[in-house]
Antibody, heavy 118, light 107 residues
Framework: EVQLLESGGGLVQPGGSLRVSCAAS????????MTWVRQAPGKGLEWVST????????YFADSVKGRFTISRDNSQNTLYLQMNSLRAEDTAIYYC???????????WGLGTLVTVSS | DIQMTQSPSSVSASVGDTVTITCRAS??????LAWYQQKPGKAPKLLIF???SLQSGVPSRFSGGGSGTDFTLIINSLQPEDFATYYC?????????FGQGTKVEIK
């Protein structure tokens, strides 16, 4: 059974940094691209970033480019999102998702809440 | 970037009704479209990919259609567990983008 479990969310001040993680199990992690999608309170879904299976290719939304970094540790089946220079508008639930057929997302974690506030 | 527009933004329906949600892409995405269901406080769930292919375990009362720029999600014989928000998403090209969502509410 595929499982994705995010962790690391919390309250951070504007301009601060935070790293969220996603522990994966139940599938061959290194064979799949992985993605972060976020959802601001009461809002819709926003794609944030994707990393290829071996980590050689990364993609970012314009809203986070230059501030966020995505990485993965295939030996630990873990996905990361390093978030720097955080802004109030980055406040959201951050979901990790498993890619299938390039840009579809077939499994999602429960999400971790990141709140950027002073 | 390809923009995705859903309509309506919300719909009220009763158990047993048929609900149709539409999604329009700002440019041709062929059949590269997915639909997700999200219940309050839960993660999104993939329902349909490639416009009309049901994800494993999804009931057959859900169906998808369309091509190019115009797509539909149809829910036949609406069940209590179907009251949720539904999102379309284009998977044709980078960046992947979601529609704004359609909330299916109980009438």
């Amino acid at each position: 059974e595929v499982q994705l479990l995010e962790s690391g969310g919390g309250l951070v001040q504007p301009g601060g940094s935070l790293r969220v993680s996603c522990a994966a199990s139940g599938f061959t992690f290194s064979s799949h691209s992985m993605t972060w999608v976020r959802q601001a309170p009461g809002k819709g879904l926003e794609w944030v970033s994707t990393i290829s299976g071996r980590g050689g290719s990364t993609y970012f939304a314009d809203s986070v480019k230059g501030r966020f970094t995505i990485s993965r540790d295939n030996s630990q089946n873990t996905l990361y999102l390093q978030m720097n220079s955080l802004r109030a508008e980055d406040t959201a639930i951050y979901y990790c998702a498993k890619n299938v057929m390039s840009w579809y997302f077939d499994y999602w974690g429960l999400g971790t809440l990141v709140t950027v506030s002073s | 970037d390809i923009q995705m527009t859903q309509s309506p933004s919300s719909v009220s329906a009763s158990v047993g009704d048929t609900v149709t949600i539409t999604c329009r892409a700002s440019q041709d995405i062929s059949s590269w479209l997915a639909w997700y269901q999200q219940k309050p406080g839960k993660a999104p769930k993939l329902l349909i990919f490639a416009t009309s292919s049901l994800q494993s375990g999804v009931p057959s009362r859900f169906s998808g259609g369309g091509s190019g720029t115009d797509f539909t999600l149809i829910i036949n014989s609406l069940q209590p567990e179907d009251f949720a928000t539904y999102y379309c998403q284009q998977a044709h090209s980078f960046p992947p983008r979601f529609g704004q969502g359609t909330k299916v509410e109980i009438k």
